[in-house]
C-alpha cells in the first residue's frame, strides 16, 4: 500500500484518531493523518445525542468508545443555493435520502457514518454523505479491529 | 447550536470497575456491557452482570427499551458514587446486544486501548 493516496478513500478511524488529524496549512478540506493526506472518513458508534434545524440541518455525536465525534448532516438540499444549479429531480432525491438518514438517526441506535472531514470552530467533525444503522451486535467491535489493522498496515509512517 | 459537550462514555468491563480503579469516580462517563440479572419496571433500576461482578443502572430515561432478564445490555452514562461507596450508571442510552460475541469484545477492548494509549504517547513525544 506505500504510495497510494487515502485522499479520496474514507479512511476508516477511530474517534481519538479522527479528532487528532491536522488540518493541512494550504487546503481547507484537506486534513493529515500521520504523512498521508485524507478528506473523507468513516466512523462507527453509538449515536448519543440528536439535535435538529428542521430544513436545515441534523448534528448528532457518535461515540465509539474513544471520543465523541460531532457529525453533520445536511436537510436544506431544497432551499439552499448551493443546489440550485442541480437538476430539480436529483436534489429532490437527495433531500429525500437525507430526510430518510436523519429518521434513523435516533439517541442509542449503533450509527456507520461516512462523510467528510470538516472543521467548524476549530474542532473537527464529519459532515455526512450517509448514514446506516447497524444491528448486527458486533459491527463496533468488528470497526474497532479494522480501523487497528488499518492503522498499522495502511495508515501508518 | 450552544449544547454542552457530550462527553464519550469510556470503555470498560464490569470486573475492572473496582473502587480501586481509575474509572471508579463521581461523574465518570463509561459504557458498560453485561446480563441483566434484574430489573424494576418500578424504580427503573437495572442489575447487569458479567463474571461475578455486578452494576446497578438507573435507567429511568430508557423508558422504551424492553428490558429481559438474561439478555445482554450494553449502557453509556454517568456513574455515581452513593455514600456507602455503592456505584450505580445513570444511563443515557442502552441498548439490547443479544448475539454479542463477549470474549471478542473484551479482547478488541485491550486492543484498543492499547493502541490508544501508543497514540497519545507519540503525541506527546
Known amino acids: ?157 | 447550536m450552544a449544547s454542552p459537550a457530550i462527553k464519550s462514555g469510556a470503555l470498560v468491563t464490569l470486573p475492572e470497575l473496582q473502587p480501586s480503579s481509575e474509572f471508579f469516580k463521581e461523574g465518570a462517563s463509561l459504557r458498560v456491557t453485561g446480563k441483566l440479572q434484574e430489573y424494576s419496571a418500578e424504580t427503573a433500576i437495572a442489575v447487569v452482570a458479567d463474571e461475578s461482578a455486578t452494576l446497578r443502572i438507573d435507567t429511568q430515561h430508557l423508558r422504551e427499551l424492553s428490558f429481559r432478564v438474561g439478555s445482554v445490555f450494553q449502557f453509556i452514562g454517568e456513574l455515581h458514587i452513593q455514600p456507602n461507596n455503592e456505584a450505580i450508571l445513570q444511563a443515557r442510552t442502552g441498548r439490547n446486544v443479544d448475539g454479542i460475541d463477549l470474549d471478542l469484545y473484551h479482547q478488541s477492548l485491550q486492543l484498543v486501548r492499547q493502541f490508544q494509549a501508543e497514540r497519545m504517547n507519540n503525541s506527546t513525544t
Not at chain 1, 10 to 37: D, I
Open chain 1, 1 to 157: 500500500m506505500e504510495g497510494s493516496s487515502l485522499q479520496n478513500t474514507h479512511v476508516k478511524l477511530l474517534g481519538f484518531n479522527l479528532l487528532s488529524l491536522k488540518p493541512s496549512p494550504m487546503n481547507s478540506s484537506t486534513f493529515y493523518l500521520n504523512r498521508h493526506p485524507v478528506s473523507r472518513a468513516e466512523i462507527l458508534g453509538v449515536i448519543t445525542s440528536r439535535d435538529q434545524k428542521p430544513n436545515k440541518f441534523i448534528k448528532f455525536t457518535v461515540d465509539d468508545g474513544t471520543a465523541a465525534v460531532t457529525c453533520i448532516l445536511w436537510l436544506n438540499q431544497l432551499n439552499s443555493p448551493y443546489f440550485s444549479s442541480r437538476q430539480p429531480a436529483t436534489v429532490r432525491v437527495l433531500a429525500d435520502l437525507a430526510k430518510g438518514m436523519a429518521a434513523d438517526v435516533q439517541i442509542g441506535n449503533v450509527g456507520r457514518v461516512r462523510g467528510r472531514i470538516t472543521s467548524y470552530r476549530g474542532e473537527l467533525q464529519v459532515t455526512v454523505s450517509d448514514v446506516v444503522i447497524e444491528r448486527d451486535p458486533n459491527a463496533e467491535t468488528l470497526h474497532w479491529l479494522d480501523c487497528l489493522t488499518l492503522a498499522r498496515r495502511c495508515y501508518g509512517g
